[in-house]
């Protein structure tokens, strides 16, 4: 495999946890929700996964878990004080972030740096899997690549197309009129988006730490909670965008593997430093051009008044 495949392989794979936190993210954020905890949801996603391979073999229920780990999570530690007791959504998010780094270190201590063995199944698209080059290039990966790159699709149609989409952009807009005026179920309908940014946040890190990865440790996610938040701002909170934020930052987290491969003249620290510095220019470029009404949902991180 020549080397531009091999970097695209790898920016998929690297990209694939962002999209899928990305996702459930903007899904979240769509009905209001703001959780800026991604990277402890993340974590809790992570440790799950690995300890469940290691103890099954299976890594395919190692992701599911994980995946139900996270759903849990999130609707406990800030479903239960954001929409059940409407609570300031920022503290909360704080909390999922620092209690599920340290309650991942303890559930993994005694994993630490242990290399999963087995790996999730990679799934052959028919045909492109028999086609040089193009089997390399998409038609050889675990099944959530596949997933990440489906779900933007299906949420932009769903947006956009679907009087439950309607709804879920109303709730954002204007919460208290969703329910009052259109009788829309805001809490429940923000309670189950919670639990979809759970599942799709703790199966994107059960991913990265079983797939990706191969191991667990205390900074598996390296920050990649926050750069799926600068990923969702960066697509302006349109579904579709997010692939394409997803898979760039998932390129410049490979770009020191890339540069040590081909022995750029470049420090490897300043290439690792790339998607923390892309993350934090977006943030800044939001923050300066949010002066007016923005693309983010008018309701975003406000709390729930008098919504049913």
């Known amino acids: 495999m020549h080397t531009f495949e091999l970097y695209f392989a790898a920016a998929i794979l690297a990209g694939t946890p962002l999209l899928l936190a990305a996702t459930g993210e903007l899904l979240a954020e769509t009905v209001g929700l703001l959780n800026i905890g991604i990277e402890g949801l993340m974590l809790m996603g992570a440790v799950t996964g690995v300890v469940v391979t290691l103890h099954t073999g299976d890594p395919e229920l190692g992701l599911l878990c994980g995946a139900l780990a996270g759903a849990a999570y999130l609707l406990v530690f800030y479903a239960l004080p954001v929409i059940g007791l409407g609570t300031d959504q920022v503290l909360p998010g704080f909390g999922v972030w620092f209690v599920g780094l340290g309650l991942s270190q303890l559930i993994g201590n005694s994993y630490q740096n242990t290399t999963v063995p087995a790996q999730s199944t990679v799934v052959g698209l028919p045909g492109l899997d028999r086609i040089p080059v193009v089997k390399e290039l998409v038609g050889q990966y675990p099944w959530p690549v596949y997933l990440a790159f489906v779900l933007p699709f299906a949420l932009a149609w769903m947006l956009g197309h679907t009087r439950h989409g309607r709804n879920l952009r109303a709730i954002g807009e204007d919460p208290e009129a969703a329910s009052s005026g259109a009788g829309i179920g805001v ?81 490897s620290d300043f290439l690792d430093m790339m998607p923390y510095v892309g993350a934090v220019a977006i943030l800044i470029a939001w923050a300066a051009q949010s002066r007016g009404r923005g693309a983010a949902p008018s309701a975003l991180g406000a709390r729930l008044k008098r919504a049913g």
């Open 187 to 267: 809490r429940r309908w923000r309670t189950v988006y919670v639990g979809v940014n759970g599942l799709l946040g703790g199966l994107a890190g059960a991913m990265l730490a079983v797939v990706v990865v191969g191991e667990w440790g205390t900074d598996v996610t390296a920050g990649r909670g926050f750069i799926a938040l600068a990923v969702v701002i960066f697509s302006g909170w349109r579904p579709m965008r997010c692939i394409v934020g997803a898979y760039v930052f998932g390129g410049l987290l490979i770009l020191a593997d890339l540069g040590g491969a081909l022995a750029w003249p470049v420090p």
